[in-house]
């Protein structure tokens, strides 16, 4: 199994809403990866755990919280959002944090309004 | 920190060699070239990566200059389904591991 999934695929939320993003892969990577991308921009980062443990975090708003709660499952907890988040989510992993290429899920595509 | 510096689009026809520059003037030594690919809707997909050796695998083929400050990415025979955003990366600051991607190229492949 070489995939990373993700969780869903679309989402619409206000801005007083709580709801969580969930990504899977069962490859046995041990780093993962949040990434935000707005439309016709490239990826960027937002956070990089390693064995579970958070190791990078882009300056992210604290209106994104992400957790890893064991080495296939990485979440990312969204509350009290802004328009301006909207954008699509992007998971991926690696089998460490070093050279290694990162496999990719598909996205969760958020709109928040 | 390393840049990249890619044109925004290029055509290629199909069956044709893309050839796809990047430049990264300004790598370290141990500083690392990563391709990959975004189709429209899709997650990035990785293609290929290099240190300072010419590279080929079953997508694609990664020149890298002498100096080190550009490289190529080669797609030997350019199918319609290659159309997508090229993204070249150099991995930044070695000892953080964190990827940048640049802007890109969108590659258009035309029957």
């Known amino acids: 199994d070489t995939e990373v999934t993700q969780t869903p695929k679309h989402l619409v939320m206000g801005m007083t809403n709580k709801k969580s993003l969930k990504c899977e892969q069962h490859m046995g990577h041990r780093a993962m990866y949040w990434y935000k991308q707005k439309a016709k921009k490239p990826p960027e980062l937002m956070f990089v755990y390693s064995y579970e443990k958070l190791s990078i975090n882009e300056s992210v708003p604290s209106r994104f919280s992400p957790e890893c709660p064991n080495s296939s499952l990485l979440n990312l907890h969204l509350h009290a959002l802004q328009p301006e988040d909207s954008a699509l989510y992007l998971c991926?992993?690696?089998?460490?944090?070093?050279?290694?290429?990162?496999?990719f899920g598909p996205g969760t595509r958020l709109t928040v309004l | 920190d390393a840049k990249t510096t890619q044109p925004p689009s290029m055509d290629c026809a199909e069956g044709r060699a893309a050839n796809l520059p990047c430049n990264h003037s300004t790598i370290s030594g141990n500083e690392y070239v990563y391709w990959y690919r975004q189709i429209h809707s899709q997650g990035p997909q990785y293609i290929i990566h290099g240190l300072k050796n010419n590279e080929t695998n079953e997508m694609a083929s990664l020149i890298i200059t002498e100096d080190r400050k550009s490289s190529t990415l080669i797609l030997p025979h350019a199918t319609l389904r290659d159309t997508a955003v090229y993204y070249c990366i150099v991995r930044v600051s070695p000892g953080t591991y964190k990827y940048i991607f640049g802007t890109g190229t969108r590659l258009k492949v035309l029957a």
């Open positions: 991926a992993s690696s089998r460490n944090i070093a050279e290694d290429e990162q496999f």
